[in-house]
């Protein structure tokens, strides 16, 4: 559960089938939703075969969940996933504004500083120097 009590996450068993869990995410706006019905509504492309599984946590905030999924090969691996439109799909607009600019650098080093999940621009897991290399580097592209 989040921090405030507004997000909360787990797994249920589709169909009463035991073999068949699924991730849910309850919140007072949503209601009660399946976790990868809702990441494809806000945007997931790339969750075809796959189930996601079991949601173990919330962040504090509510925006960041982990779990255990099954592939499309039939393996279980962890996940982390990010909610809402809050972190950018592509690095160097990374205040969301549609264009890339000295603005999109003071929106990444806010996050940076605040070790905001979305500053791990690298997806390693962590907020680190490495990040910075990362958004700089699409960022100096002019986009990604």
Known sequence: MSND????????????NSQAEKAFIWTPGGGLQG?????????ATNLTGWRLRIAYA?????K????????????????????????????????LDG??????????F???ENADACADVNTDGGVTGTDVEAFFDVWSAGGC
């Open 5 to 16: 009590g507004s997000t909360v996450v787990g797994y249920c068993f589709a169909s009463g």
């Open 35 to 43: 976790l990868k019905e809702l990441l494809i509504s806000q945007g």
């Open 58 to 62: 919330v962040s504090d905030d509510g």
């Open 64 to 95: 960041t969940i982990t779990g255990a999924a099954l592939t499309p090969q039939n393996s279980t691996v962890a996940f982390v996933a990010h909610l809402g439109a809050s972190c950018p799909v592509c690095a160097a607009d990374f205040n």
């Open 99 to 108: 264009g890339v600019t000295g603005d999109d650098v003071a929106a990444f």
């Open 110 to 112: 806010d996050a940076f």
